[in-house]
């Protein structure tokens, strides 16, 4: 069972008297404090902070707290069973693997634009994609590209998107990850402007339950972008509506260079579905049991018709926040604590010893993605460049392009009495 903390905060009515929605006053000695649950899945509470310290002319961040505490093992899921638990690891070995292959092959000059890395946060990505069904929508991140692994892109398409081939989802029109697939996979495109996303699957969610279908829809945002005014737009929408959304907070730790700490003044980002009356989880980002479970519960708890939740999950981005930067700003013994929590090791280590998987298996696995990896890489780079002649195509909107149809049934419509519109009363004037 999840550890629950509690938080408190003042009734906003305050003082005494009438609380403002006509509930009379509470009788004298009542508490004027109404309490909150917060559930917290994690087996350890990491207690570090981070100072911006100016030495010598120059800013530097510094962190202090106690950084040598022994890794815990994972949480024992309630849900996943042998085979569920191995195909998890092996998306996120595809996935950490694949974006190794997307650094050299832009190392090597072969990549149009930048790499968007996912490391140290596969296991968010991979194990709430996972639970997902057909007919649930998601709106990934530029890092939750084992997301689109697990949604059912290869990473072939992933590669070629990134090296801009005719192949790709895009057609060559886009060399980073912004593609998606709203026929088939059910996955709207990442949206740059950060936020964005949340009030779109908000609308997919609605869209679905005028068709007469609670369906589950998931989007990420991270530390930094969760400050977004969208954000709270979008949210707020799905709670009011008890929409089926099912937000990750991926607190990474940065917002580019951007602590945590210098971003925003409460504990947990969970807390802040306190603000709009829905659920909020937090989950430790490289635990992935932890993570499907929470994941898993939020979207049932959306098929159900019951609104949405937020999930925030822990955890270090282990690179900068794109190829291009180095990550130097970030303090060395921050990186050395969070890798030895690396999501992946973890994760094996969990399946060897639950004997779920032998060493002999293990390395068969791990050979088998590396072998269809290589086979993806050499499809990517053997396929080619769109024809100069093809450029001009897709920029206007074509017969059909736009065409929507339902997706679950047509729209529920209420029916009325007469077509005839009720005539209201004259409007009164005052003199």
């Known amino acids: 069972m999840a550890k629950k903390k509690t938080r408190k905060r003042a009734n906003s009515a305050g003082g005494t008297g009438s609380n403002g929605c006509g509930s009379p006053s509470p009788p004298p000695g009542a508490s004027h404090q109404r309490t909150y649950t917060i559930v917290d899945y994690r087996l350890e509470k990491p207690s570090f902070q981070l100072t911006q310290v100016r030495a010598d002319g120059q800013v530097r961040y510094e962190v202090t707290g106690d950084l040598n505490t022994p890794v815990p093992p994972l949480r024992e899921s309630s ?17 950490r693997r694949m974006e190794a292959a997307l650094e050299n092959l832009y190392k090597q000059g072969k990549v149009v634009g930048g790499v968007y890395f996912g490391l140290g946060q596969e296991a968010c990505s991979c194990a709430s994609a996972y639970t997902l069904r057909p007919e649930d929508w998601m709106g990934p991140m530029i890092r939750n590209q084992g997301s689109l692994l697990v949604r059912g892109f290869s990473a072939r398409d992933i590669m070629m998107q990134y090296l801009a081939k005719a192949g790709s989802p895009t057609q060559g029109r886009d060399a980073s990850s912004h593609f998606g697939d709203i026929q088939k996979r059910n996955v709207v495109a990442p949206i740059s402007t950060l936020g964005d996303l949340i009030p779109v699957l908000a609308g997919v969610a609605l869209g679905a339950r005028l068709q007469g279908c609670n369906i589950a829809v998931m989007t990420y945002i991270g530390d930094g972008g969760q400050s977004t005014g969208v954000t709270y737009e979008g949210l707020n929408l799905a709670a009011v509506q008890k929409l089926g959304l099912v937000l990750l907070v991926e607190n990474n730790l940065w917002g580019y260079s951007t602590p945590c700490d210098m971003q925003f003044c409460v504990k947990d980002l969970a807390e802040r579905a306190i603000a709009y009356g829905i659920p909020g989880v937090i989950v430790d980002g490289t635990d992935a ?11 049932e708890r959306a098929r159900r018709g019951e609104g949405p939740t937020l999930i925030e999950a822990k955890m270090m981005r282990m690179k900068g926040h794109a190829i291009h930067d180095a990550a130097e700003y970030v303090p060395k013994p921050l990186f050395e604590h969070w890798r030895k929590r690396d999501p992946i090791a973890r994760l094996e280590k969990y399946l060897l010893n639950k004997k779920w ?4 298996e293990n390395e068969k696995l791990i050979a088998d993605v590396e072998k269809q990896l290589e086979t993806d890489r050499e499809f990517a780079l053997a396929s080619p460049m769109p024809a100069p002649e093809s450029a001009a195509s897709g920029v206007y909107c074509e017969p059909g392009c736009h065409e929507i149809k339902p997706k679950y049934a047509l729209p529920k419509v209420a029916a009325t009495e007469s077509a005839t519109p009720k005539q209201t009363e004259a409007p009164a004037h005052l003199k």
């Open 79 to 95: 849900y996943l069973d042998k085979k569920q638990s191995i195909e998890i690891y092996r998306w996120m070995l595809l996935n």
């Open 357 to 360: 998987l032998s060493a002999g």
């Open 289 to 299: 049991c932890q993570v499907y479970d929470a994941a898993h519960e939020a979207c």
